[in-house]
């Protein structure tokens, strides 16, 4: 069974900071790996999406990794703001015939001025 | 301006009563989600519909039940029989084949028990 795991659940870190995101997968057999930011009481939005056959995508100050070998992908965001606060969610999609996204908790950002 | 509308954004339901969260989308996306948010828990897929009139159960359809009378709407009925319907309810859509491309959400209706 696919389980999606992110760390830390939450982080704190001043304006400026380069910062690292973690999300970890228990089964490598994965379509694809994306990345979404979720503000308080929205929707979320797509931030990266990153296919198996590739390690990594890039995206202005956003930069998404994945090494499905050892199961980890990392969200690197350059120069923090805090406008980048927010909750950053993982999602995997599968292999096979049922491709449903299986949810990482999120780690909730805050960067402060 | 295209997109995912949701409504209302706040609802609040009576014990025993049944009620209709309202997903539009002007994407012409052929798919549509149902996802419920809880504290502590990674969202999880109540409804999915890859065309009109077709919809698949997904991991937490008891108490729940949708409609695609359209290719943009996919509404939402919280039925009675959902003992703790208390959550934040996304809607999303898609191009193509369900589950396979980027999903675009809507912004969410929080719902809640009086």
């Known amino acids: 069974k696919q389980e999606v795991t992110q760390i830390p659940a939450a982080l704190s870190v001043p304006e400026g900071e380069n910062l690292v995101l973690n999300c970890s997968f228990t089964?490598?057999?994965?379509?694809?790996l994306q990345w979404f930011r979720q503000d308080p009481g929205k929707g979320l939005t797509s931030l990266l999406l990153i296919q198996s056959s590739q390690r990594e995508q890039t995206s202005g100050r956003l930069n998404a990794s994945l090494d499905k070998s050892s199961g980890r992908s990392t969200l690197y965001i350059a120069a923090s703001q805090p406008g980048d606060s927010a909750t950053y969610l993982c999602?995997?999609?599968?292999?096979?015939?049922?491709?449903?996204?299986?949810w990482g908790l999120g780690t909730s950002l805050a960067v402060n001025p | 301006d295209g997109g995912i509308t949701q409504s209302p954004k706040y609802l609040f339901r009576k014990e025993g009563q049944n009620v209709t969260l309202s997903c539009e989308q002007n994407?012409?996306?052929?798919?549509m989600y149902w996802y419920r948010q809880d504290p502590g828990q990674g969202l999880r897929l109540i409804y999915y519909?890859?065309?009109?009139?077709?919809?698949q159960k997904g991991d937490i359809a008891e108490g729940y039940s949708v409609s695609r009378e359209k290719k943009e709407s996919f509404p939402l009925t919280v039925t009675s029989a959902q003992k703790n319907p208390t959550a934040f309810y996304l809607c999303a859509s898609s191009q193509g084949q369900a589950h396979q491309e980027t999903q675009y959400f809507g912004p969410g209706t929080r719902l809640l028990v009086l």
């Open positions: 994407l012409n996306h052929d798919a």
């Open positions: 999602a995997v999609r599968r292999t096979g015939n049922n491709r449903k996204l299986i």
């Open positions: 089964d490598s057999a994965i379509y694809n």
């Open positions: 519909s890859q065309i009109v009139n077709d919809f």
